[in-house]
């Protein structure tokens, strides 16, 4: 199997408003191929269709237009669906009952006699970082982040091939977040695809290989994490830090140089060249103030560069 999610052409019309007469275009004409035991994500600001794209492979709503297959199964097919996993966005419960009961829950729809679906249970509550004594709690005392948790927890057990999760650090403190990230990298180690939609930055760099990133509903950039950042070098700069001189004192003659810029900073300034022979120009303007050179680091594009502008 080449890709354990494709997407072909796949849009979505909401139809909204009074008399549904109004049509909201959430996905439009969407192609896109994930190969497997990899950590994708699918990057995206507020509204961008992320869920939508999500929600409508799940099978809870159909698509208007286009065609996706699952471990090379179509997104129609039933049987596939139990091979895969998902978290939605914000995973809703029956406040009344307990995580172990959801657990048990799920365990039984899959299937599972009682031995095996507490010994899951256990592991994966686990897993999750749910406290034992968290256990036996209803849902309805749960905060976000725990919820989140369980969430997880019940996507995986089945033992998914694929598992889909809609923003799974929503909700998570600092310290949350680490420990998920921890799981998800797990998964992979295990041969788990995961299909991750996200807008923080930082979990997408820590965990992925390949993302995507959508906007209105159009997909803007896909591919490798790393070729994505490094195809546009042209933008790369040069990022000269001084010391013991303000930035007033040598702003007129940086401001000289072409395409360089200057900005202060407590006992210095940080100075961005274009090119690399600036940075003499720069070191005796530097000198001649009674400074000196701190350090010269090349400034490489980020994600958040790539985000903002491709979205
Ligand atoms: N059930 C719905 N009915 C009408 N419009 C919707 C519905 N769900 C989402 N939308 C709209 O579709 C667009 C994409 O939303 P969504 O997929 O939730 O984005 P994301 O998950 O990236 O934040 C938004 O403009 C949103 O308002
Ligand atoms: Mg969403």
Redesign the pocket.
Known sequence: MEYAVEINNLS?E???GFLRKKR?R??DDLTLNVRPEQIFGFL????????????TLMRL?FPTAGSARILGSDISDVKMHRRIGYCP?NPYFYDYLTAREVMSYFGELFGYDRATTQRKTEELLTAVGLDEKDWKKQLRKYSKGMLQRVGLAQSLINDPEVVFL??PMSGLDPVGRREIRELIAGLREKGVTVFM?T?ILSDIEALCDEVAI?RG?KLTASGNLSELLSASEGVRSLEINVEGVAADAIRDEIDFIAGAEIMAKPNGATIQVADEADIDAVLQITRKAGGHLASVHPVKQSLEDLFVRTS
């Open positions: 979505k909401y139809e909204t909201v959430a996905l995206g600001g507020n509204g961008a269709g992320k869920t939508t794209t999500i929600k709503q966005e809609d923003e939609s807008h959508l509903g």
